[in-house]
Antibody, heavy 125, light 108 residues
């Protein structure tokens, strides 16, 4: 089955750029799914950051849009997150995941599965 | 609106039934998806679509929807069900944004 693994620096300086990569194994990043980033500050809830399709099409959380870039590298079967101008408020566990969309006759559905194990990124000098 | 609201915490006696709710305008257009998260672990999908359980999720978990409210019911709660539970959906305004609920801590 598909597995995802985040990698990147665990410590980023304020005003710097957070960069993470998500390696996809057991499946192709060119499948008909969105590839998603979600974060969770310590002790808080989940926040959707954004997503990318293998074609390169992206959607971002409006609250982060000016600072976020998500890209895909099909040759390496991975996708990446960059978050610029970070502050302490960006300290969080960052998860990568696959997501699905489905349209039903009465309601649509969107779900995120599977998730990577998550990686803690701390913003501190 | 793109907000999904959940009760912060609920408690249930071992073997009893608990219902967790999620409210938001987007739920008139989307079924809520439900995730279970235990401390130090990534979220795990427990209910998706109208009322679908991934392989390995016990049948004591079920989902339902009515109007702008979705519910996750645990029938016969077990000690291992103690966790945080989050709902999510797409924003129904058409911008394809993902939204997570505020989360509910379930204590068994």
């Amino acid at each position: 089955q598909v597995q995802l693994q985040e990698s990147g620096p665990g410590l980023v300086k304020p005003s710097g750029t957070l960069s993470l990569t998500c390696a996809v194994s057991g499946g192709s990043i060119s499948s008909s799914n969105w590839w998603t980033w979600v974060r969770q500050p310590p002790g808080k809830g989940l926040e959707w950051i954004g997503e990318i399709y293998h074609s390169g099409s992206t959607n971002y959380n409006p609250s982060l849009k000016s600072r976020v870039t998500i890209s895909v590298d099909k040759s390496k079967n991975q996708f990446s997150l960059k978050l610029s101008s970070v502050t302490a408020a960006d300290t969080a566990v960052y998860y990568c995941a696959r997501s699905y969309d489905s349209s039903g006759w009465d309601r649509s559905s969107w779900w995120v599965d599977p998730w990577g194990q998550g990686t803690l990124v701390t913003v501190s000098s | 609106s793109s907000e999904l609201t959940q009760d912060p915490a609920v408690s249930v006696a071992l073997g009893q039934t608990v219902r967790i709710t999620c409210q938001g305008d987007s739920l008139r257009s989307y079924y809520a998806t439900w995730y279970q998260q235990k401390p130090g672990q990534a979220p795990v999908l427990v209910i998706y679509g109208k009322n679908n359980r991934p392989s390995g999720i016990p049948d004591r978990f079920s989902g339902s929807s009515s109007g702008n409210t979705a519910s996750l019911t645990i029938t016969g709660a077990q000690a291992e069900d103690e966790a945080d539970y989050y709902c999510n959906s797409r924003d129904s305004s058409g911008n394809h944004r993902g939204v997570f609920g505020t989360g509910t801590k379930v204590t068994v």
